[in-house]
């Protein structure tokens, strides 16, 4: 499956944005459906994710500010930012995970000015 992210950009801190990531197929059946982040110089941190069944897990960092979601009939898991802070700025990847898949898309850009 192939995915493409888009949403990203520039916001000013405490503003929201609300990421897109639409796979080429159906994602009812993936186990696991992430976003991804990586800023400069920093390693690839597991920001968000959700199950097929709909339970989701967030990094500490984002708790309370950041809601993932999926729409299987749309094939597309978003994420919803809320409170921006100038840390959360990086490219946010897609991934779509499972026993037989690891797809990844090629980002997205987000910068978030203090």
């Known amino acids: 499956v192939q995915l493409v992210e888009s949403g990203g950009g520039l916001v000013q801190a405490g503003g929201s944005l609300r990421l897109s990531c639409v796979a080429s197929?159906?994602?009812?059946?993936?186990?696991?459906m992430r976003w991804y982040r990586q800023a400069p110089g920093n390693q690839r941190e597991l920001v968000a994710a959700?199950?097929?069944?709909?339970?989701?897990n967030y990094a500490d960092s984002v708790k309370g500010r950041f809601t993932i979601s999926r729409d299987n009939a749309k094939n597309t898991v978003y994420l919803q930012m809320s409170s921006l802070k100038a840390e959360d700025t990086a490219v946010y990847l897609c991934?779509?995970?499972?026993?037989?898949?690891?797809?990844w898309g090629q980002g997205t850009q987000v910068t978030v000015s203090s």
């Open positions: 197929g159906s994602i009812f059946s993936v186990a696991s």
């Open positions: 959700i199950t097929s069944g709909g339970t989701t």
């Open positions: 991934n779509a995970r499972d026993l037989s898949l690891n797809s």
